[in-house]
């Protein structure tokens, strides 16, 4: 089973910062990637795919790369409503879906 | 506009059962992968299990904390997916999620979840 593991496990930025989040994979998922955001209460929403699509109707300021094990989630400059939980998930033969642990993105 | 809205959670003691239900709408419900996601209270998020489009075989697969006490279900007909909950457990308290799959491999869009408690 390929493992997830997402860095930092909390991050403290300010409105305006750039926040970088890392995602690592046990093996190579290829650019089977996608990050999603979750806030209280609600649902996740995709975000980005293919390790670096963004999803439909997503900021331009949410950008994704990486391929093979290592991956990251960059936001360019955090707006209010960004601060929330942020969860990778990969795709491969089995399970075919996994999540990583998620990074908690806090207002400091 | 996509629309996906689960039914069906509640007060459940352990060894019992519970049928999910997700009403779909908004696009082309018989074409699509399926799947159902937990979250149990606090923690982070578990793919529970699939079903693929009658087109694709309708099989389904399961996460192993789960296999053979879940069973998932379609009626294309009704727009409706199913989750067949039985021998619950207390670790399988979780809100339940069904989502959309899109390229085989992402969960494009997602119900509002609904809450399924194990205790005695």
């Known amino acids: 089973e390929i493992v997830l593991t997402q860095s930092p496990a909390t991050l403290s930025l300010s409105p305006g910062e750039r926040a970088t989040l890392s995602c690592r994979a046990s093996?190579?998922?290829?650019?089977?990637l996608a990050w999603y955001q979750q806030k209280p209460g609600q649902a996740p929403r995709l975000l980005v795919y293919d390790a670096s699509n963004r999803a439909t109707g997503i900021p331009a300021r949410f950008s994704g790369s990486g391929s093979a094990t290592d991956f990251t989630l960059t936001i360019s400059s955090l707006e209010p409503e960004d601060f929330a939980v942020y969860y990778c998930?990969?795709?491969?033969?089995?399970?075919?879906?996994?999540f990583g642990q998620g990074t908690k993105l806090e207002i400091k | 506009e996509v629309q996906l809205v689960e039914s069906g959670g509640g007060l459940v003691k352990p060894g019992g059962s519970l049928r999910l239900s997700c009403a779909a709408s908004g696009f082309t419900f018989s074409n699509a992968w399926m799947t159902w996601v937990r979250q149990a209270p606090g923690k982070g998020l578990e793919w529970v299990g699939r079903?693929?489009?009658?087109?694709?075989?309708?099989?389904?697969d399961y996460a192993a904390p789960v296999k053979g006490r879940f069973t998932i279900s379609r009626d294309d007909s009704k727009n409706t997916l199913y989750l067949e909950m039985n021998s619950l457990k207390t670790e399988d308290t979780a809100v339940y999620y069904c989502t959309r799959v899109i390229k085989s491999s992402y969960f494009d869009y997602w119900g509002q979840g609904t809450l399924v408690t194990v205790s005695s």
């Open positions: 093996q190579s998922v290829s650019s089977y």
């Open positions: 079903i693929k489009s009658k087109t694709d075989g309708g099989t389904t």
């Open positions: 998930q990969q795709r491969s033969n089995w399970p075919p879906y996994t």
